[in-house]
């Protein structure tokens, strides 16, 4: 059985791949709203994004909603990648 954590980042990632694919604004704003949920859901259970950092840019920064991409991370050494 596939565990919680699995479950979200697969549905995430599937998510984020069906929003690119959308055809209408209106059908890759609710994709993008499923990619929200699935990463609220894994920043609730302590679960690293499945995404980069600067993902996060690509999730409705026209409209001014803070995403789930945004994750207070751990302060690393300033050039250093996770």
Do not use: K
């Amino acid at each position: 059985m596939e565990g919680d954590i699995r479950y979200y980042q697969r549905r995430a990632c599937e998510e984020m791949r069906a929003a690119d694919r959308a055809v209408t604004e209106l059908a890759r704003e609710r994709r993008m709203q499923l990619v929200d949920l699935y990463l609220q859901r894994l920043q609730a259970l302590n679960a690293p994004s499945p995404f980069e950092d600067d993902s996060f840019t690509r999730i409705r920064s026209r409209t001014g909603h803070q995403s789930a991409f945004a994750w207070p991370g751990p302060d690393v050494g300033e050039g250093s990648r996770l």
